[in-house]
């Protein structure tokens, strides 16, 4: 079967680069193992959050000041990329606040402050923490939602100088999701909130519960799963102003991103296997012609260019034993930046940065990778399979997803 | 050294691979309106680890399972979710099958009997009072309306009406035509001799087919479903041997069961037959791809279908032999729905416990219908087709249905007779 552009992974990156292909017209397959990291998504979009351990203001202009491994240097024009990059999320329904020159602050699950290049629209988020100084917040949960640390938020934001008063409530609805305990997770709740009659019922009792002097209301990221609607219902229904907290996976603006950016790439034509892992592929006159899948057996899938966007050792793009460590599917050349074994690819304290985060495969300035030395003219690699970044220390992974993917072809 | 270490993940449906990252859970059609069900997470690894321990820990929740597969298809670490759910009910379920779950579940011996007073059975089963009898009676939902049964047997008129001219043909294929195709509607049968014919292939059917079984698992009668899978494999190998290219199906529900529940759940040997089993949808886009079959269509055949992906069908990841295949007819307008389950998971639908949760769970897929107003809803699946038929009141057909409907059958015959 032949399409003009393959892309293996299913992700940010390859439903990004998915959907810009198929904008211009190409006929597209994109090929997923299963779903992506975007289910703990925390609703934030990172261009670059840190720099020698310091949060970066101005993500544009400080990246022009990393190491010259890291996937950025490839890009070419990183604003007018940006841009494009918001541009698409936005087409496909997901609508973002920020600035790429001025980075901004999302309140992570536990209540820390991390600098961020967008957020999606209806979350909270401060331009600095002295914004919220005075700020009388009423920051609310549901009975029975663990997912929610309330202490950990209520400390943090009582540090920034905000008067904290903490509301909890419940509905017949939501009382009767606990019956499972396991399964009161924000994904669950948003499904079963996903009906004007029962948003409409959340808002009553928010309206009712809400303390006298309220600047603002904070809720639990639990509204929203395909789309956005029942969000903005809840926040024309409630007198105070409203915004939403990232809770503890699985996501719900994660799943709602990922719903979006699916359903984009097949109302524009796109042909999505969401349920397969490539096992190989042939290769000729160092060009990829077809790769070959576990359920389509002896069916090729043959197509001008692939992309290879299967995420790290996390998504199973790379994966390792105690010998070494491979790229999955191909067998394509890795950059291990100078480890020689096992030993190296680890450092003993956790949250050091660990020499494991930015392997990934060799890349050209084209993003094309390479076999055995060999470029291949018509394989590329995007997202988080890309050697040189650096997601826990550098927060930058949403960002080298979104640009490489629009960079590429 | 080396020796001592597991370098393999060993697990029985890959269990240890789970992450316990729930994203299975987000995924689930139960899970989304039945806060009962413990999740497939909780139901699946993590319980697993208890039940080997101690089987007290089986519940009998896990009957609300759909076996709809689709944690399995979102599970990032290939973990079978699903398969250890079905397992866990095999191994360890105390609960014995009621009347009304044999009757649900014995496709063949219902249909045979069905059919013989065919024109008296779906009288009977339109009646308000029938209804209300076998609601109470038997708990199968009285909102559920039954597919009709057909006064003849695909198979009887297979014999009469097309077994003798199949001989005609350089090519052969074999048909499992399933229990929908015999009892209930032979139609879509009929198509597909139709097609494979102007294709020049003849068509055979097996011996002795016997309903893959998927009710049977379903409802706790998996030695009934092992003895049917193992006689459903000796004719399939049987057909083979015979000069048959393949063993084709047009309904994505036996099709998956006979290639993964049976050597998965049932431990059903079907090496040899699996790599031959196909639906016909795959078949033919197969032979497209490699030039040996061309397919003309009719040029004043203008609709608008919109395709629904069977949860199977998306397990077993062939979604696209069927859409390819449609998208080549030029007057069909194309549309793909979400992938969603319809609720009705075969016979569980028709359960009167299981009636309200069904119709929740279908919910978003009727109402994206609704909006899109097709001529036509197209699926793989015959249980979904009812689901469907009756929840939307949109007409539903195969897309080997479709295929026939647009065919140019003698331009298609002319292009082929060369092959």
Known sequence: MKFDTIIIGGGLSGMTCAIAQAQKGKRVAVIAAGQSNLHFHSGSFDLLGYQQGQPVCDPVTAIAALPESHPYHRLGDVEQLATQARQLLADAGVGTQG???HNHFRLSPIGKLVPTWLTMEDMFTVGSAEELKGKKIGLVNIVGFLDFTVPYLADALHDMGAEVTVRSFTTPLLENARRSPSEMRATNIAKYLDDDSHVKEVADRLNSITP?????????????????RAVKLLKESVKTSLRFVATIPPSVPGTRIQSLLRRRFQQLGGTLLPNDTVKGGGFENNRLKYVCTENLADTRLEANEFVLATGSFLGGGLSSDYYSVRESVFGLDVELNGAASHVDWTTDKLFDKQPYESFGVKADNQFRVSKDGTTIDNLYAIGSILSGNDPQHLADATGVDLLTALAVL | MSEKIQLHNL?????EQCLKCSICTVYCPVSAVEPNYPGPKHAGPDLMRYRMKDPDFFNETLKLCLNCKRCEVACPHGVKVGDIIQEARIQYSQHSPSLRDRMLANTDFVGSMATLVAPLTNFFLGLSPAKTVLDKVMKIDHHRQ?????????ETWFHRHAEAEQQNYKHFVGYFHGCYVNYNYPKLGQDFVKIMNACGYGVHLLEKEKCCGVALIANGLSGQAKRQGENNMRAMRRS???????????SSTCTFTMRDEYPDLLKVDNQGVRDSLMLATRFLCQKIDEGKIKLVFRK????????????????????????QLLKMIPGLDFMMLDSHCCGIAGTYGFKKENYERSQKIGAPLFQQIQEVN????????ETCKWQIEMSTGYPVMNPISILADALDVEATKA????C
């Open chain 1, 99 to 101: 600035d790429a020159h």
């Open chain 1, 212 to 228: 006298r002097e309220c600047d603002l209301l904070l809720l639990p990221a639990i509204l929203g799963i395909a789309n956005d």
């Open chain 2, 11 to 15: 697990s029985a449906h890959d269990f």
């Open chain 2, 146 to 154: 039954f597919p009709a049964y057909s006064g003849t047997k695909f």
């Open chain 2, 240 to 250: 083979l041997s015979e000069g048959n290219e393949a063993v084709l199906t047009t």
């Open chain 2, 300 to 323: 004043d055949y203008h609709k608008k279908v919109a395709y629904h992906t069977a949860c199977h069908m998306e397990r077993m990841g062939w979604t696209l032999y069927s859409t």
């Open chain 2, 374 to 381: 097709p001529d036509y809803v197209s699926t793989d699946c």
């Open chain 2, 415 to 418: 292009l082929n007779q060369n």
